[in-house]
């Protein structure tokens, strides 16, 4: 499997966080902020062995989505706030998210519910994008097109802020009261270690990506037509837009942490 893979992710930094997973014995694992189910699809790709999986998201469309996407019997989806959590104390083997924390209001207050509904001895793991670093003219596009998102979203009161930096992640963390804290950074996610596009996604100038970067541009802009701010969102999103022909984009790099309660 290695030999198939691009040298860009060989050397990312993802086999070393696949290989931790894969020390992990699950249990029944909750994932905070699912979306659509995607990285307990990597999870169970990746863990050593899992009970279950229980996915809570504060929107009803994504939990739809990840219904649609995972139809296993050992996985059940919640609409929930994750600063409100109505599960018992000490309730789950691991807890975990995966780029959601630039989605919280109050990061601090899902950090503590997640560690409250962990088991003693249980696994923390989180998986988010960062802001700053040696990253690539093309995924500093890829940051600032989320970026005019968040900005978009905002505008129409839909909880969205800018990607963290890699100190701010380390403060947010060490602030939960974890114990043997791991911390591992890649250019890539693991996800991409099961991408069958992978060694297409080593090269950000392709046509058809720089087509469905310029498309998510125009789709989002389309979002705010009508409001007072569209004319100066425009200007933005054009010069984000001469970027993207310019250099391309690529998903931004990753951290990962690891603790125990």
């Known amino acids: 499997m290695l030999a198939d893979l691009p040298d860009d992710l060989r050397e990312s930094g993802a086999i070393k966080v696949r290989k931790k997973l894969g020390t992990i014995s699950g ?71 995966s780029y959601s924390l630039h989605h919280f209001e109050n990061i601090d207050t899902v950090l503590a ?41 905002s505008l129409l009161g839909i909880p969205h802020f800018k990607s963290l930096t890699r100190q701010k992640m380390k403060d947010l963390i060490n602030k939960v009261g ?27 100038k392709r046509s058809d990506n720089i087509d469905l970067v310029l498309k998510q541009i125009d789709d989002d802009l389309d979002r705010v037509r009508e409001h007072s701010s569209y004319n100066e969102l425009k200007k933005e999103a054009d010069s984000l837009k001469e970027r993207v022909i310019t250099e391309g984009s690529s998903a931004a790099s990753v951290m990962y942490f690891f603790g125990r309660k």
């Open 113 to 153: 519910e997640m560690y409250r509904v962990l088991k003693p001895g249980g696994y923390f793991i989180i998986q988010e994008m960062y802001s700053d670093g040696e990253q690539t003219p093309a995924q500093q596009v890829d940051r600032d097109v989320a970026h005019l998102n968040v900005k978009i979203d």
């Open 178 to 204: 974890l114990s043997d804290v791991e911390v591992f950074e890649s250019s890539w996610s693991v996800k991409c270690l099961f991408c069958k596009d992978a060694k297409e996604c080593q090269y950000p």
């Open 27 to 97: 249990g029944d694992v909750l994932d905070v902020g699912t979306e659509d189910g995607d990285f307990i699809k990597v999870l169970m790709k990746t863990l050593k062995d899992y009970n279950s999986f229980t996915g809570i998201d504060i929107s009803g469309d994504e939990l739809e989505k990840a219904r649609e996407e995972i139809k296993d019997v050992t996985t059940n989806f919640i609409q929930m706030n994750a600063e409100a959590m109505t599960f018992q104390e000490n309730q789950f083997d691991t807890v975990c998210s």
